[in-house]
C-alpha cells in the first residue's frame, strides 16, 4: 500500500452500506484480560449492494467467536486483518456475534480500553472504539446500546457506562454485575466505560422540562474531597444551557469521571464524561484560580456537547469543527455570561493570536473543514477549535443574539439524532434569516489568516472621511489562491471630543449601525458632514478572526486606549501600542514608549476599573504574539527588545505597582467571588513586574511564605523562579515537597522548571528526564515537562546552539512508541521552524530530518511529512 492510498478524502465520502441499529456488549473486565462480547443488529444501509461483503474496523483484537443469527459462522465465510474484520454472504438485517479478547493494561496509546491506577477507563473518539470490538467505526453509524459490564466487586466496585442504569446484581466468586441503557442513537466514538475503585459525589435536580437528572462526579478516593466545585459547575452549565439556547438534559443519569492518565483535557461521551483530572479537581490549596475557571469551562464544553456533537453529531471527521467550533463558542459564552465579559474575549484572543495564528501561518496549516487527512487525530487542532469557535461567531454578529439563537433552534430540530454536516448547521442560519451564506461558507475552506489593510483620507474642505479597506488571505500549504470572504467588520468614529461621530456611511459595502460587511478584495467607503477627522476604532470585541493594518501614531492608539468604548478594544490599543514599541515600527519610538507608559500609568491610577482587566493590559504580549508579528523570527532581538521594554516600565511605574499590590492585599484574601479572583489576578501581576527590579525580590519571597491559597503561591514562586531570586531553590524545593503526592501540582512544579526563561533550562530539564519525576506513560507529566519547555520557554527551546531542539526530538521516538498522539503534539512545536531567522533554521530542518524514518506512528509520520514539505 503505498502512502498516499491511507488518505481519507472528504470527497470520497459515501453513506455507510450497513447501518447498526442496535448494539449489546457484554465485557468481562479485568486489567490484563478483558473479553468483550458484542451483538450487532445490523440492517442495510443507503449504498448496500446486496452480496457486498460487510467489512468491519478492528485492531489489536483477538477473535474467539463469531456467528451470525446464532449460528457459528465457518471460517471460509469471514477474512481478519490488522485493521478488520470482513464477513461474506450476508443478505439482508442480521445478527452478527463476537466475542474478543483484549489487554487494558498493554494499551499505552490510551485510546480503546485502557487501564490507569487501577482504573478501566476508555477513550474512543475519534478512532479508538475499533480496539474494543469489530464495528463500523464511523460517526454516521448510529445505535441505540445496552452494555453489561462484569468485574470482581472488591477491585471494581463501581462500573459505569453510557445512559442510563437499569439493572445490578451479584454473580459468584466474588463478581457483580451492572446493565446501562443508552437509548439515544449514538455513535460508537461516544461509548465509554469506566470500572474501578471510585467514590462518588451527587446531586438531584428537576430539568426545565421536568425530568429528574442525578448529577454525579467520581474520583478516586483520595481526591473526590476535591470535586464539589466540579459538582456546582454542571449544575451552572446545565441551567445556562436551558436559558441561553433552550437546550436540557435527555438522561436521568450526568456522570462526570476525573483521572489521572488522559491524553486530552476531557471528553463528552454520551452521559458518561470522562476528564483528565485537572479540569475536575480543585481546592484552594491545590488549584489556582485560572484552574477553577478552566474547570467550570472544560465542565461547560463537554456538557454542551451533549446538544452540539452527541444529539446531533457528524456525518464524518471532516465536519469535526461543525461540533467543536460550535461547542468552544457555547463554552466561551458561559464564561463570559458567568464572568467578565472582556475579559474571557481578551484571553480567547491571546490564545487565538499567539497559538491559532501561528498555526495558521506554519507548515501546518489547515482549513476548518480539511479535505484530507492521513491521521484524524492530527486535526484536534487550534484551528479547528478556536478558530471554528470564531466563524460561529461571526455567524453571531451578523445575524445578531436573536436570529442567531432561531437558526440554533432550527438546527437541533432539523438534525437532531442525525449525523450532519457544516452545510446543515449554515442551511439552518441561511433559512431564519433569509440571507445566502455561500460566501461566508468560505470561512470553513480556506486556511490562512486575513488580512485586512485600512487606508483612510479626510477632504477637510468637504468634510468628507473615506475609508479604503483591502482583504487578502496568504497562501498556505496546497491553497496557493484565495478568495474574498465575507468579513463582519465593527468600527467606530470618535470626535475630537472623544465622543462616537454618528455620520451615515456611503460606499460599496453594506454598512449596517457599527458594522461594515466586507465581501470584495477592496471597498471604499466614505462618510460626510464631519468637521474634522475622527479617530476611527476598529474590529471591536475581534468580532473577525483577522489581522488589522492601519497606521495608528503612538498618540491615536493612547487615545483609543482612553477613549474608546469597547473594552476588548482599548486593552487592543495598549498592545498594539506595546508591539510596535518592542518591534521599533513607531517613526518616533521615545514619543510610543512614553504614550505606553502614560496609559498604563493611568490604568494603575485608576482604582474604578476591574482590577481583572487592568491585569490583561498590564501582561503585554507575548514571545508567540510578537513572533506572530514578524516575517522573519529573530529569537533574540525578540525576547530582548522585550525585556527592556518591560524593565523600563516597571522602573517607570514601580510606586503605583506598589501602591496597588498593597492597596488589593484585603480584598485577596476573599474567596472564590469574582472580586477577590480579581483582586489576586491584579496583584500578582504588580508583583511579576515589581520582582524586575532587585528591592522587590523579597516582596516575592514574602508572598510565598505567607501564602494560604495556590494563585498567590505559584504566583510568588514564579516570580522567583523567573528572577533567580537568591530563595529560588529553596522555594521550589519546599513547594515540590510540600506537593510531593500530588500529581496535578507537582505537575506545576515542573512546569515552573521546565519553563525557566534560562539557556541552562535545558540541562535542567535533561536532569528532570533522567529522574523519578519522569514517567513517559502519564500524557500530563510529558506536557509538564516537554510541553512546557517547547512550547513556554523561547529562551531554552531556540537556545542558539540547538541544544533545546536535540532535546526535544531526542524524546520523540520513544514517546511515539508510547503514545502517538502526545508525540505528535511535541513534534508541532516546530510548526513555525521555516520563519526562524538565523542559523536557528538550519538547526531545526536538521533537527526533524534528523528524525525521518525514527516515528512509526501515522500520527506523528504525517505531522513530520508535512513539517519537511
Ligand atoms: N471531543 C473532546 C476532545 C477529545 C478529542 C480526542 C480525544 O482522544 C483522541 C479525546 C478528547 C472535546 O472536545 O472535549
Ligand atoms: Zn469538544
Not at 538565523?838 to 525514527?854: F, I, N, Q
Amino acid at each position: 500500500m503505498t502512502e498516499d492510498a491511507r488518505i481519507v478524502r472528504l470527497a470520497d465520502y459515501r453513506p455507510p452500506a450497513w447501518r447498526i441499529v442496535r448494539t449489546e456488549l457484554a465485557f468481562d473486565l479485568d486489567l490484563d484480560d478483558t473479553v468483550v462480547a458484542a451483538r450487532l443488529e445490523l440492517t442495510p444501509g443507503e449504498s448496500y449492494a446486496p452480496g457486498a461483503p460487510l467489512r468491519l474496523d478492528g485492531e489489536e483484537l483477538a477473535l474467539l467467536d463469531i456467528a451470525v443469527d446464532g449460528q457459528p459462522l465457518p471460517p471460509a465465510r469471514y477474512a481478519l486483518d490488522g485493521e478488520s474484520l470482513t464477513v461474506h454472504g450476508l443478505v439482508g438485517p442480521c445478527v452478527l456475534e463476537t466475542r474478543a479478547r483484549i489487554h487494558p493494561a498493554r494499551n499505552t496509546r490510551l485510546e480503546g480500553l485502557y487501564a490507569s491506577r487501577g482504573l478501566l477507563i476508555t477513550q474512543c473518539e475519534a478512532e479508538g472504539f475499533r480496539r474494543i470490538t469489530w464495528f463500523l467505526d464511523r460517526p454516521d453509524v448510529m445505535s441505540a446500546w445496552r452494555v453489561t459490564l462484569r468485574a470482581d466487586r472488591a477491585r471494581f466496585p463501581v462500573l459505569l457506562a453510557n445512559g442510563n442504569p437499569v439493572e445490578r446484581g451479584t454473580l459468584d466468586d466474588g463478581r457483580h454485575y451492572a446493565v446501562w441503557e443508552n437509548p439515544h442513537a449514538t455513535p460508537c466514538y461516544l461509548f465509554a466505560l469506566v470500572a474501578g475503585r471510585l467514590e462518588g459525589i451527587h446531586r438531584d435536580l428537576v430539568t426545565a422540562e421536568g425530568r429528574a437528572v442525578r448529577l454525579a462526579v467520581w474520583a478516586a478516593p483520595e481526591d473526590i474531597g476535591r470535586c464539589g466545585f466540579a459538582l456546582d459547575a454542571i449544575e451552572r452549565a446545565l441551567r445556562w444551557d436551558e436559558q441561553r439556547f433552550g437546550r436540557t438534559y435527555d438522561l436521568d443519569v450526568f456522570n462526570i469521571v476525573a483521572v489521572q492518565d488522559f491524553t486530552m483535557g476531557a471528553m463528552e461521551n454520551k452521559g458518561l464524561n470522562i476528564f483528565n483530572a485537572r479540569y475536575i479537581l480543585a481546592d484552594p490549596d491545590t488549584a489556582t484560580d485560572a484552574d477553577y475557571l478552566a474547570v467550570e469551562s472544560v465542565i461547560g464544553h463537554e456538557y454542551f456537547h451533549n446538544w452540539s456533537g452527541n444529539r446531533v453529531t457528524l456525518r464524518d471527521w471532516f465536519q469535526l469543527a461543525l461540533k467543536e467550533g460550535l461547542t468552544v463558542f457555547r463554552d466561551q459564552e458561559f464564561t463570559a455570561d458567568l464572568h467578565s465579559r472582556a475579559v474571557k474575549r481578551i484571553e480567547d484572543v491571546r490564545l487565538l493570536r499567539g497559538r491559532q495564528f501561528a498555526e495558521d501561518a506554519g507548515a501546518l496549516a489547515h482549513p476548518v473543514r480539511p479535505v484530507q487527512y492521513r491521521e484524524i487525530n492530527n486535526f484536534y487542532t487550534l484551528t479547528v477549535y478556536e478558530k471554528g469557535a470564531e466563524i460561529v461567531r461571526m455567524l453571531h454578529t451578523l445575524l445578531g443574539e436573536e436570529t442567531f439563537r432561531a437558526g440554533m433552534d432550527r438546527y437541533f430540530a432539523d438534525n437532531d439524532g442525525r449525523a450532519a454536516t457544516v452545510e446543515d448547521f449554515l442551511a439552518a442560519h441561511a433559512a431564519v434569516s433569509g440571507r445566502d451564506l455561500a460566501q461566508f461558507a468560505r470561512w470553513y475552506a480556506q486556511a490562512g489568516t486575513p488580512q485586512l489593510r485600512i487606508d483612510d483620507e479626510y477632504d477637510a474642505m468637504r468634510g468628507r472621511y473615506t475609508l479604503r479597506i483591502r482583504q487578502h488571505t496568504p497562501p498556505t500549504p496546497g491553497q496557493p489562491d484565495k478568495q474574498a470572504l465575507l468579513i463582519p467588520l465593527r468600527f467606530a468614529l470618535y470626535g475630537p471630543d472623544g465622543e462616537p461621530v454618528a455620520a451615515a456611511a456611503e460606499g460599496d459595502a453594506v454598512v449596517r449601525d457599527d458594522l461594515i460587511e466586507l465581501t470584495a478584495d477592496v471597498h471604499e467607503i466614505h462618510f460626510d458632514g464631519l468637521p474634522a477627522k475622527p479617530l476611527p476604532a476598529f474590529n471591536q470585541g475581534f468580532a473577525a478572526p483577522v489581522r488589522l493594518d492601519y497606521a495608528y501614531t503612538p498618540a491615536q492608539l493612547g487615545r483609543l486606549a482612553r477613549i474608546e468604548r469597547d473594552a476588548f478594544n482599548r486593552w487592543e490599543a495598549l498592545q498594539r501600542l506595546a508591539t510596535g514599541v518592542m518591534l521599533r515600527t513607531f517613526a518616533d519610538p521615545r514619543a510610543a514608549q512614553a504614550a505606553l507608559s502614560d496609559a498604563l500609568g493611568d490604568l494603575l491610577d485608576d482604582d474604578a476599573a476591574d482590577p481583572a482587566f487592568v491585569a490583561e493590559c498590564l501582561a503585554l504580549p507575548d514571545f508567540d504574539t510578537l513572533a506572530d508579528q514578524v516575517p522573519q523570527i529573530d529569537v533574540d532581538a525578540l525576547l530582548a527588545a522585550r525585556e527592556e521594554l518591560l524593565d523600563l516600565l516597571a522602573e517607570d511605574h514601580a510606586d503605583r505597582l506598589e501602591r496597588r499590590y498593597h492597596a488589593l492585599a484585603d480584598l485577596a484574601a476573599g474567596g472564590l467571588d469574582g472580586p477577590a479572583m480579581a483582586a489576586r489576578t491584579l496583584r500578582n501581576a504588580c508583583l511579576g513586574w515589581l520582582a524586575r527590579l532587585d528591592p522587590h525580590e523579597a516582596l516575592a519571597q514574602r508572598q510565598f511564605d505567607t501564602a494560604t491559597v495556590m494563585t498567590d503561591r505559584l504566583g510568588a514562586l514564579r516570580c522567583l523562579v523567573r528572577f533567580d531570586a537568591p530563595g529560588k531553590d529553596a522555594a521550589l524545593a519546599a513547594f515540590r515537597e510540600r506537593y510531593r503526592h500530588d500529581p496535578l501540582v507537582t505537575d506545576k512544579w515542573l512546569t515552573l522548571v521546565a519553563a525557566r526563561p534560562q539557556p541552562e533550562a535545558v540541562e535542567d530539564v535533561r536532569a528532570l528526564l533522567a529522574s523519578d519525576w519522569w514517567t513517559p506513560t502519564n500524557p500530563n507529566r510529558v506536557r509538564a515537562i516537554l510541553g512546557s519547555f517547547a512550547r513556554m520557554n523561547p529562551v531554552a527551546f531556540h537556545r542558539a546552539d540547538g541544544a533545546g531542539y536535540a532535546l526535544l526530538a531526542a524524546q520523540l521516538p520513544g514517546l511515539d512508541a508510547i503514545n502517538p498522539q502526545v508525540a505528535a503534539r511535541l513534534l508541532g512545536s516546530f510548526e513555525s521552524w521555516q520563519r526562524l531567522a538565523g542559523p536557528r533554521r538550519a538547526l531545526a530542518h536538521d533537527t526533524l530530518r534528523g528524525l525521518d524514518g525514527k516515528l512509526t506512528s501515522r500520527d506523528c509520520a504525517d505531522l513530520l511529512a508535512r513539517l519537511l514539505a
